[in-house]
């Protein structure tokens, strides 16, 4: 089991960064492949990007690619989220999620945060 706490997110105006990061407890970090999962009010919850145990393997929607970058330092147990350019749009609950696999033809975690707010203002 992991537990992850997120962290990084805030108010910002929309052209400027932002980095979140999550930080995972116990020994199995490096287990999980790792993922940011957002949710906008009054909509589903969507994967915005996905990593995989050794970092070899990365997934981005593609409202985001191009201006999201995913990594993960395993020695650390630290999974990190960089948002550039953001948008109005990027305006969501941002979730970091362990053990995040395409099931059933969805995306899905087995242990989630608690969630960090991102508002990007026009």
């Known amino acids: 089991q992991v537990q992850l706490v997120e962290s990084g997110g805030g108010l910002v105006q929309a052209g400027a960064s932002l980095r979140l990061s999550c930080a995972a407890s116990?020994?199995?970090?490096?287990?999980?492949?790792m993922g940011w999962f957002r949710q906008a009010p009054g909509k589903e919850r969507e994967l915005v990007a996905r990593?995989?145990?050794?970092?070899?393997?990365?997934y981005y929607a593609d409202s985001v690619k191009g201006r999201f970058t995913i990594t993960r330092d395993n020695a650390k147990n630290t999974l990190y989220l960089q948002m550039n350019s953001l948008k109005p749009e990027d305006t969501a609950v941002y979730y970091c999620?362990?053990?995040?696999?395409?099931?059933?033809?969805?995306?899905?975690?087995?242990?989630w945060g608690q969630g960090t707010q991102v508002t990007v203002s026009s």
């Open positions: 999620a362990a053990g995040v696999e395409l099931v059933a033809g969805r995306w899905s975690g087995d242990y």
């Open positions: 116990g020994p199995t970090f490096s287990t999980y492949a």
């Open positions: 990593i995989s145990r050794s970092a070899f393997n990365r």
